[in-house]
């Protein structure tokens, strides 16, 4: 869980260090698994999938689609 729980605070930080409006959904997930690949070497094994919702996304329980577009002003959930 303490391995998890690392990776996984490290992985948002670096979502949240890089967003920009404009990206995709899936952009931020790829931000999100990328720091743990390259950091950790989890290759394709992750402390859990990544939800990244943007707008109304943000709040569908266990969305998965990662295709919505980040605005300006939106609000934007990875978990």
């Known amino acids: 869980m303490r391995w998890a729980s690392q990776i ?3 992985a948002h930080c670096n979502v949240m260090r890089n967003v920009k409006p404009g990206m995709k959904e899936m952009q931020l ?3 999100f ?3 743990g690949q390259q950091h950790y ?3 394709r094994v ?3 999938l990544s939800i990244c919702g943007c ?3 943000a709040a569908t329980l266990h969305y998965h689609m990662n295709q919505g577009i980040l ?3 939106m609000t934007m ?3």
């Open 8 to 10: 996984t605070a490290e």
């Open 29 to 31: 997930e790829s931000f």
């Open 33 to 35: 698994n990328f720091y």
């Open 41 to 43: 070497f989890t290759g």
């Open 46 to 48: 992750a402390p859990y």
């Open 55 to 57: 707008g109304p996304s």
């Open 71 to 73: 605005f300006d002003g």
């Open 77 to 79: 959930l990875t978990d």
